[in-house]
């Protein structure tokens, strides 16, 4: 049967046997299997396709071997499997949702620093995944997934009980430069860097806003406002936030960055698929 690698994540077992951790697709849903036998530089890569002739399924947790797989060519937009893998959105969607958020704006220096970067980010973030595996785990995944939590704030805002506590422009930063670090965890291709263990992607983000922000000659109690809402954004600290949120803008950026990353577990896996991230097991309801 004929899939798409939607993501791959390369691991070395105790015996020290390569082995991939893959996401396929085809017209019939998603697949997360693992393939044994599988060198770091062995097929398939993300967005080739794949054949399989056998796949073991041990109660939901699916597996194969190298002998069973048998990689194929990139696909054309005109194979029917072209579609299923995640593409980066386009510039047109990306400046209409920040030109949005702008007219909610009212700080003059910050509404300057946002159009700035949000044009710089857009090139970059295009070509990076947000995760090996978890969520957004394809090229331009970390575009996707800061811009779903710039829509949905465009969304929010208006409707916020309570607008005079917050700043927007606060929120908007915040989510733009949130996952800036894995730019630096990451290769292009999602292979990880020793700086996600040296460093991580918290700490990277936090460190090269806050030193935008003073270059910027952003006032210094703002700037920090700011760059805790990159240190606080994973809620908890027992997520590997060093902070907890302790202003709302902050804690918006948690439930955005939440509801964007489930959605796309959701969205990625299979029917009933055992979901990890989720802790349960994921039933279509379409």
Request: proline letters at 6%; one cysteine or more; charged letters at 20%.
């Amino acid at each position: 049967m004929e899939y798409i690698v939607l993501s791959r994540q390369d691991c070395i077992a105790r015996t020290g046997s390569p082995y991939i951790n893959i996401k396929i697709a085809n017209e019939k849903g998603n697949e997360t299997m693992c393939v044994w036998d599988v060198a770091k530089t062995d097929p398939p890569y993300v967005g080739q396709l794949v054949n399989f002739m056998n796949i073991r399924d041990d109660q939901g947790k699916k597996s194969a071997r190298k002998m069973d797989m048998v990689p194929g060519s990139m696909p054309t937009k005109e194979h029917p499997l072209y579609s299923l893998i995640p593409r980066p959105i386009e510039r047109e969607a990306w400046d209409k949702t920040i030109n949005t958020l702008l007219g909610f704006c009212k700080d003059q220096s910050l509404i300057d620093f946002i159009s700035q970067n949000a044009d710089e980010l857009y090139p970059q973030y295009s070509k990076y995944p947000a995760a090996t595996s978890v969520h957004h785990a394809f090229p331009g995944g970390l575009l996707n997934h800061t811009h779903q939590m710039l829509n949905m704030l465009a969304g929010l805002y208006p409707c916020y009980p309570y607008p005079d506590d917050i700043k927007i422009e606060r929120i908007i930063i915040g989510i733009l430069f949130h996952d800036w670090g894995k730019v630096c965890e990451y290769t292009e291709d999602g292979e990880p860097t020793e700086k996600m263990y040296l460093l991580g992607h918290i700490y990277m983000s936090a460190n090269y806003l806050n030193t935008k922000l003073r270059e910027a000659g952003i006032e210094k109690r703002e700037t920090n406002l700011i760059v805790h809402c990159i240190l606080a954004h994973h809620g908890e600290m027992e997520y590997g936030s060093p902070v907890v949120p302790c202003i709302p803008e902050a804690q918006i950026i948690t439930y955005l960055d939440n509801i964007s990353a489930k959605a796309d577990v959701f969205n990625t896996t299979g029917n009933m698929e055992k979901s990890f991230a989720l802790g349960t097991h994921v039933v279509k309801s379409n």
